[in-house]
């Protein structure tokens, strides 16, 4: 399981301290996958006089409950030099606080989770936005809506690069361009769970260069370089951007990249006129789909357009329906209608606007919402009532709360995931 840990030290050598711990969660079965850049943080709570603290994030994996997960960390603690007891928010060797862990709910005489103070420390949302910007409670919404509603002090500055985590040599890169944005990350050899991902703006005339640039400095912020890469895979909607990803692995990776194409193995038969027709995100959401739920499926990607794409119980692929996108219609209804102003895609306050902006916003979230309930509930009389739904894509997020019909899972990696199921398929 996913989760989030935060580090906190404010005596002798506070970021030592906080390498110490990293070190000693790894030892105790908590595979540290990333960590965040130090802050240095001014004291919050009960004692104000003393010392600034050094505080991180970090993204772990383990197998182990909340209670379990709790008693490790106080083990760190211990290991690390942290004495029993002291005053509550005073000067400490090293905090080790459990933050999240997946999505559960959990609450006990020793612990809550999500921490209840996540979404009110400056010190805890920083680390974790750095982390992963999408990042978002069950009960609590975005952490990067959490930041921006802070008043004013906690003040954070970043003093140092991130720790150093546990690295395996060898790396798989899977790229998947869109039409809007580009996700990427790296997976470690034979893992299944992704170790780092990051999302940039597509630019269509993107060069090689500039593409491993990017990838250069992306790669540099959580300790990692070309050499830890030792093969790669793309998908793209671009189809000049494949030919220059696949030129930058040649250049800097020295690498030969694996692009999704008619001429690769899925292990998914494609059940439509034209296998040749369908788009290489959409198979791979499909092929990932299907691996985690082996029966029929549905996969809603949120992004420039909205896809569905359908899986029957025996893995093949069935075919799938396409409409336009929140934000191309937004940009549609701007440039077509003189007096109408561009809105950001959000949350409208009401059903009923009150003002312009929100009457644009609740008509694309709610309509939208609402094609989703539409679309899905004629794919599940089509397909079957106990179809599972997945949606994905970088405007999920923002819709998928107002939608009515069940959607049984949001999965912000799934396309990644497909791509290392593609990419496994095709090594051997």
Request: proline share 5%; hydrophobic share 45%; glycine share 10%.
């Amino acid at each position: 399981m996913i989760g989030y840990l935060g580090l906190g030290s404010n005596i002798g050598d506070r970021q030592a301290h906080m390498q110490a711990a990293v070190d000693a969660l790894e030892q105790r079965g908590v595979r540290v996958l990333a960590s965040s850049s130090v802050y240095e943080t001014e004291p919050v709570g009960l004692v104000l006089d003393q010392r600034d603290f050094f505080n991180a994030g970090l993204r772990i994996e383990t197998a182990h409950g909340p209670d379990q997960l709790l008693e490790a960390c106080k083990d760190v603690e211990r290991a690390v030099g942290r004495e029993a007891g002291g005053v509550r928010h005073g000067p400490r060797v090293i905090d080790v606080d459990v933050l999240i862990l997946g999505e559960l709910i959990h609450r006990s005489d020793r612990l809550t989770l999500p921490h209840p103070e996540v979404l009110s420390r400056r010190f805890v949302l920083a680390p974790l936005l750095e982390l992963d910007p999408g990042l978002e409670l069950a009960p609590g919404g975005r952490l990067a809506n959490a930041l921006e509603g802070l008043g004013p002090g906690q003040e954070v500055r970043r003093v140092g690069p991130p720790l150093l985590t546990h690295k395996l040599a060898a790396m798989l890169l899977v790229v998947d361009v869109g039409n809007t944005q580009t996700h990427f990350g790296v997976f470690a050899e034979g893992a299944d769970v992704i170790a780092e991902h990051w999302r940039f703006a597509t630019v269509r005339d993107s060069t090689r260069d500039e593409l491993g640039a990017a990838l250069s400095n992306l790669l540099g912020l959580r300790g990692l370089g070309f050499a830890d890469i030792d093969s790669s895979i793309v998908s793209s909607t671009v189809p000049q951007l494949s030919e220059q990803w696949t030129e930058m692995s040649k250049r800097y990776l020295g690498l030969e990249m694996m692009v999704v194409g008619p001429a690769i193995r899925t292990g998914m038969p494609i059940r439509i006129d034209n296998p040749r027709e369908v788009g290489a995100d959409r198979l791979v959401n499909s092929v990932a789909a299907y691996d985690r739920v082996r029966d029929t499926c549905v996969v809603v990607d949120f992004g420039t357009a909205i896809t569905y794409d359908a899986v029957s119980a025996a893995g093949e692929y069935l075919g799938g329906i396409i409409t336009p996108g929140a934000e191309i219609s937004i940009d549609a209804l701007y440039e077509r209608a003189a007096k109408l102003p561009k809105v950001e895609l959000a949350p409208p306050r009401s059903l009923i606007g009150k003002s312009t902006v929100d009457a644009i916003r609740s008509g694309i979230v709610y309509g939208f919402a609402g094609q989703v309930d539409g679309i899905v509930r004629r794919l599940r009389a089509e397909l079957g009532p106990s179809t599972t739904v997945i949606a994905t894509g970088g405007l999920a997020h923002a819709l998928v709360p107002f939608v009515e019909e069940t959607i049984d899972e949001v999965d912000d990696l799934l396309t990644l995931q497909g791509l290392r199921l593609i990419w496994q398929r095709n090594a051997d």
